[in-house]
């Protein structure tokens, strides 16, 4: 069975500090797929990122970055100099190759970032 | 560009009744899911469509649920003789891909249900 951890249950920075979500996964299959989403207090989620299990490098978009970590099963999202735009719930999500593409995701991380 | 939309918004009902969502994923994707959102969590998968055909169903889905997508489009989530453990917000979400592909799926803005 998959699972997918996000310790952190919530986070509170000032606007322009630096902040990184966890994520930790856990699986016994070698094909997977990791996503990130954001859901805004308007509840809607929102697409991030996707990677696959065999795609280490790190990516960049914008603010944004991520780094995967197949050796410790982590995932984490790093967001530079945080906006108050970024105030949401961010959830980690883990899908098996073969299987019907269907997310497990985490509780999610609440990021509050105040002026 | 449409994406993924889902009616009614929000339901209240008492215990007992049945409810029906619709879910419109957007027009070219091929695969339609239902999950289950509540309160501090993160969304649990319920069922998955591949066009028509209902291709896996999560045990989480009693028989009191029953799920169609008629011709590979809408989606309609049916619950029957609603309980109190089914406030939730049910979410849907559309993708595209073939049997290989994990692309990533757009979520609609859900049906928040409470069951009085």
């Known amino acids: 069975a998959q699972k997918v951890t996000q310790a952190q249950t919530e986070i509170s920075v000032v606007e322009k500090e630096d902040v990184t979500l966890d994520c930790v996964y856990e699986t016994r299959d070698t094909t997977y797929y990791l996503f990130w989403y954001k859901q805004p207090p308007s509840g809607e989620l929102v697409f991030l990122i996707r990677r696959n299990s065999f795609d280490e490098q790190n990516e960049i978009s914008g603010r944004y970055s991520w780094n995967f970590q197949k050796s410790t099963s982590s995932f984490n999202f790093t967001i530079t100099a945080s906006q108050v735009v970024d105030s949401a719930v961010y959830f980690c999500?883990?899908?098996?190759?073969?299987?019907?593409?269907?997310?497990?995701f985490g509780t999610g991380t609440r990021l509050q970032v105040t002026l | 560009d449409t994406g993924v939309s889902q009616d009614p918004r929000h339901k209240i009902t008492k215990r007992g009744q049945n409810v029906t969502f619709r879910c419109d994923p957007i027009s070219e994707h091929n695969r339609l899911y239902w999950y289950r959102q509540t309160l501090g969590q993160g969304p649990e998968f319920l069922t998955y469509f591949q066009n028509e055909a209902q291709l896996e169903k999560s045990r989480l889905l009693s028989d009191r649920f029953s799920a169609e997508r008629p011709k590979g489009s809408f989606s309609t989530l049916e619950i029957q003789r609603t309980e109190q453990g089914d406030s939730a917000m049910y979410l849907c979400?559309?993708?595209?891909?073939?049997?290989?592909?994990?692309?990533?799926?757009?979520f609609g803005p859900g049906t928040r249900l409470t069951v009085l």
């Open positions: 999500a883990l899908s098996i190759f073969g299987t019907a593409s269907k997310l497990t």
């Open positions: 979400a559309s993708s595209s891909g073939t049997s290989g592909g994990h692309n990533e799926q757009f």
